[in-house]
């Protein structure tokens, strides 16, 4: 298993940056396929971004394609989530989630979650 514990958010004026960092502890953690997700008020959770195992293979949504970048560092056991040019839109809660499995962007497909960071961004 694994552990995870999400850290980095706060308030923000639109246009700003924010960087969110996962820290893992548990076994293996360079075995685990990372991901972020992002849950509104009233809104369903969704996905944001996905790093592979090796951080060879990273995937975005179409919403913040090109303004936030997904990373891993091995030594650290961490995972970020560097969020530039942020919108009102972006405010949400945001979900560090780990997964065994491959080319996964779906809630269901992620056993193991952090407890959220909240972020928001004033217009």
């Known amino acids: 298993q694994v552990q995870l514990v999400e850290s980095g958010g706060g308030l923000v004026q639109a246009g700003g940056s924010l960087r969110l960092s996962c820290a893992a502890s548990g076994r293996a953690f360079s075995s685990y396929n990372m991901a972020w997700f992002r849950q509104a008020p009233g809104k369903e959770r969704e996905f944001v971004a996905r790093v592979s195992w090796n951080g060879a293979v990273r995937n975005y949504a179409d919403s913040v394609k090109g303004r936030f970048t997904i990373s891993r560092d091995k030594a650290k056991n961490t995972v970020y989530l560097q969020m530039n040019s942020l919108k009102p839109e972006d405010t949400a809660i945001y979900y560090c989630?780990?997964?065994?499995?491959?080319?996964?962007?779906?809630?269901?497909?992620?056993?193991?979650w952090g407890q959220g960071t909240q972020v928001t961004v004033s217009s």
């Open positions: 989630a780990a997964t065994t499995a491959g080319g996964i962007s779906a809630v269901s497909g992620y056993p193991y």
